[in-house]
């Protein structure tokens, strides 16, 4: 009997040995076969990029101050670029840029955009003035722009995608008469514009009168300062307006920006005669220092509203268009803080039936008009946007800039933001201290903004 027992022990001690080596076999085979076949790229991921270097390009081909900023990574190769560009104080951006954001940010992840931003936005503890906000919008879409490039697709791609081919856009026409605003418009409706802002003389009528103003008179203020003529731009705004409709029809959608330089009383009168004309919308009515003034333009006009280019902190957004107080929400995306507030900004807007309308001036760089795009090609709540023109010289520092045809933009279709820059061109056109906002009444006294 105990020879039998272990007869048995041994049989299953083989037994188990064999089932052990079977398994081994097994996986072993499988693990063989798993060798044969390549990993698919999707289920790769990216290993992680740090950030090598963060500093400022300043250029000023088209004659603005521009600032971009270039972020450099531990891949050979890659980098990103933002805009940066406060033109008015370009000097100081770059200081923020270089002696502040690059300390701050090398050896960070580059796909932790959310977190940087956050950190960035924090880091001063007295946040969001003019400087440190155009340097942190110049990194934000730097690092989108690498994002995309990692991935390899346009930054609108990660956004959400194409809500549209493209981007609708509206010019600005001008003239210092009503007769030289009429074949200004004329001649963009030729090219294909659909929608046109329309200015006499510059914001508020400035240059539209050549008489020479008692503060001037009285050697008061600067030499270069600019003067205002209430009472005429009030006039002359209706007057063009009516020229224009009778002139060029109603299917051209118009324009026009007040650019905060009236009482808010004035603007609210001016806004309802222009009324029967029809305007895509209004631009500007009061300055940041009066927004409760908009809850009573609200009761008085039809007219759709725009505002917010002179928004300084994102949360300033949230008020007015809670109340729906403007139609429009007018960022500055590279003073905001780049792409990141921009977008959500945007979606809250979609909750309240507010559309986009980002501000694109001259003082944006080809990469900040691009920003710009990409989120206008994502974003369901889109209004329309600011058109854009580049000189030879713009060319010839930036590559991959947007493109305008018959009144619409198009973004560059490559990994990224889709612009590049050219250093040794970009040295060329060096930047200036040079500013000249200051616009006085006729006694002298300053007009804001």
């Known amino acids: 009997m105990k020879n039998m027992k272990n007869e048995r022990r ?188 329309i200015q006499q003389g510059g914001y508020g009528g400035v240059g539209s009168i050549s008489a020479k103003p008692d503060f001037k008179e009285a050697g008061f203020g600067g030499e270069t300062d600019n003067y205002m003529n209430e009472r005429f731009y009030l006039k002359s705004v209706p007057e063009m307006f009516a020229a224009v409709r009778k002139n060029c029809g109603d299917d051209v959608q118009l324009l026009h920006d007040i650019h905060e330089r009236l009482q808010p009383m004035d603007a609210i009168n001016l806004i309802k005669r222009l009324e029967e004309y029809s305007p895509f919308f209004v631009e500007d009515p009061f300055s940041p220092e009066n927004m409760k003034w908009f809850k009573l333009l609200r009761q008085t006009t039809s007219v759709p509203l725009a505002m917010g280019e002179l928004f300084n902190n994102v949360n300033e957004f949230l008020e007015p268009m809670v109340n729906q107080w403007f139609d429009y929400i007018r960022i500055h995306v590279s003073q905001i803080g780049g792409i990141t507030p921009a977008m959500k900004v945007a979606r809250l807007g979609e909750f309240f039936n507010v559309r986009t309308a980002w501000h694109g001036p001259g003082d944006v760089t080809p990469v900040g008009h691009a920003a710009n795009a990409h989120i206008d090609l994502a974003v369901w709540n889109f209004g329309i946007q600011e058109a854009v023109r580049f000189n030879d010289q713009t060319l010839e520092v930036f590559s991959g800039c947007p493109t305008m045809k018959k009144g619409y933009m198009y973004v560059n279709e490559v990994p990224g933001l889709g612009v590049d820059i050219n250093e040794k061109a970009a040295a060329k056109y060096p930047i200036t201290t040079k500013s000249n906002w200051q616009v006085r009444k006729e006694d002298g006294t300053i007009i804001r903004p």
Not at 22 to 27: I, K, P, T
Not at 146 to 172: D, E, N, S
């Open 10 to 197: 041994e049989a299953l001690k083989m037994l188990g040995l064999g089932t052990s080596a079977g398994l081994l076999s097994l996986f072993g085979n499988r693990a063989e076969a798993m060798d044969r076949y390549e990993t698919p790229p999707y289920a790769k991921g990216l290993a992680p990029v740090k950030i090598k270097s963060v500093r400022a390009i300043a250029t000023a081909p088209q004659g603005s101050n521009l600032i971009t900023v270039k972020v450099e990574t531990t891949e050979p190769g890659l980098y990103g670029l933002g805009c940066a560009t406060f033109t008015q104080r370009a000097f100081a951006v770059i200081t923020a840029i270089e002696k502040y954001l690059n300390e701050l940010c090398v050896g960070r992840d580059v796909d932790q955009i959310e977190d940087t931003w956050q950190s960035v936005y924090v880091s001063s503890y007295w946040r969001n003035s003019a400087v440190l906000n155009n340097a942190l919008s110049g990194l934000d879409q730097a690092l989108w722009d690498i994002k995309g490039k990692r991935a390899g697709m346009p930054v609108y791609q990660l956004l959400g995608g194409k809500c549209r081919f493209a981007v609708p856009t509206y010019t600005h026409a001008g003239g210092k008469t009503p007769e030289e605003a009429v074949e200004s418009v004329k001649k963009f409706m030729e090219e294909g514009f659909r929608y046109i802002r």
